[in-house]
Structures are given as C-alpha cells and as structure tokens.
C-alpha cells in the first residue's frame, strides 16, 4: 500500500506561485500515474492535472493549463505541481492522489490512494 503526503500550500497574493510536493511511501510503483485534484468549500473535487511515472505523459484541466506545471522525481518518489499565475479561484485544499495504472485519468474514483491535501489559499 502506497502512502502519500502532500506539502507546499500557503497563502500567496493573486499573480504568485507556489510548488506543491507529493511524496510517496510504502508500495510504490513506476506503473503508478498520479494526480492532483482540489476541493473548494461547498464544490466537488476537480481534477488538477496528472501525470504517468512510466512514460510522463501529463494531462491538465483547462482551467490551469499554460499556469500549472506538474512533473516528477523519480529517485526520490515524488511528484511535484508548479502554480504559477496563481487566481483567487484556484483556493483549495489540494490533494495528490495515485492509480494502479500507468495511464492517467482525470477521474478521481479511480485513483486508490490519497493524501492528506494541503490548503492552498490566494488573495486578491
């Protein structure tokens, strides 16, 4: 079983940048993708981007495409999301999330393991 532990939010103003790290424990594979996903209050959980650790396809939401960046370290397990550009509207607790798969997914129902997330909050 795959642990994961989220770290990096904060609060920044409107046109910053924060980088949020996913480090993972446990059972790992390089078969995994992983993803971030966020949750407003009162909002479903969205998808963020992903991103496979076999082959580094990535995948993003329209709405942070050209502002987020996300990538991976294989040596040390972790799997990392640039903000950059960062809107009032992207406040949320952030959470990394992986799949018994390499192939990405934008869908949170198949992803098994999930962190504890980490607030992300911008100002205006």
């Known amino acids: 079983q795959a642990q994961l532990v989220e770290s990096g939010g904060g609060l920044v103003q409107a046109g910053g940048s924060l980088r949020l790290s996913c480090a993972a424990g446990?059972?790992?594979?390089?078969?995994?993708?992983t993803a971030w996903f966020r949750q407003a209050p009162g909002k479903d959980r969205e998808f963020v981007a992903a991103?496979?650790?076999?082959?580094?396809?990535?995948y993003y939401a329209d709405s942070v495409k050209g502002r987020f960046t996300i990538s991976r370290d294989n040596a040390k397990n972790t799997v990392y999301l640039q903000m950059n550009s960062l809107k009032p509207e992207d406040t949320a607790v952030y959470y990394c999330?992986?799949?018994?798969?390499?192939?990405?997914?934008?869908?949170?129902?198949?992803?098994?393991?999930w962190g504890q997330g980490t607030q992300v909050t911008v100002s205006s």
């Open positions: 446990g059972r790992t594979s390089n078969n995994y993708a």
């Open positions: 991103i496979s650790w076999r082959i580094g396809g990535t």
């Open positions: 999330a992986a799949r018994l798969s390499w192939a990405i997914s934008p869908h949170a129902y198949e992803y098994i393991y």
